[in-house]
DNA sequence: AACACGGGGAC
DNA sequence: GTCCCAGTGTT
């Protein structure tokens, strides 16, 4: 859960989960669509799906019991270095180090590395770097208490280095440079993007949904109908490219709107 | 190496 | 608005 989403995001989802899915074997029994029940809003759903295979492969390989040993542990679905030396480091304090959001930027710091972290060659500088400055004892704790620092002092806009332990050991922070080490990212590119969503309600209170195709977002998802009209020139574009989606696409006749029928909110703003 | 994947927090 | 978040898997 707390990859690439901020730890007072997962929380109450964390609860949530681990009440309902204590172990893996529970996890394992669930039905996808159950763990997606409690994913919901968490984004990222691709991890929801590759937690319960793991859970699945915990049962099947490792009966039951989650895996002690490195290989095993970075085998599991969804699991990547840093999530298995994580994992390993803080349940059985095995001397492994950690690279994540908090410590890269702390690390990229430390050693005043000017390259771009996305490279092959920095990434290798930041793992040999963790690896090499963990302690025999107490690399668990010692691997938190680096992201702890990272998140709360080495932040990425105005570090608070006056009061970081580390201060004397930073090049970066010495020099203060902190507005150019880490690299800045290269801004990224916002495609404007315009899309109808169209809701079919049936007599009983139902409503249309369908998969996304895969190659489309939010594949494997439901979701209601939905339809890019980025390309559509007003309101008589938007309509007509709807009409077309929904026969040709989504085979639902939509139902004319013919004068005498009273226009509803959502014909009238073309949703 | 670059990209897709999601929703929200912080400023 | 803009940047970023306890990354991973695919192309």
Redesign the pocket.
Known sequence: M?????????IPYYHRFLDRFPDPRTLANATEDEVFKLW?????????R?LHAAAKQIVALHSGQFPRNLDAV?A?????????Q?ILS?AHDDKLG?????T??LYARLLYLTD?L????S?KQLWDFAERIVPRKGCGEF??AM?EI??QLC????PNCAECPLLPLCPTGERQHTDRV?A?????I?TPLTEAAILVRNSSAQWLVRRCKS?????G?WDFPRIDVSDCDGELGRNDKIQRAMRDEFGVKGERPTPSSPPSAARRRGS
């Open positions: 707390l990859q690439q989403t901020q730890v007072a995001t997962v919901a809003g968490l984004g990222y759903y691709r991890r929801a590759q970075l599991l679905p969804g699991v990547g270095r840093y999530t298995a994580a803080f950690i690279v994540e959001a908090n890269q930027r771009p996305p490279w092959s060659t990434q691997n938190q992201m990272g998140s932040t990425p806009r105005n880490p800045p990212k290269d801004k990224k916002i190659g489309e977002r939010w594949a998802l």
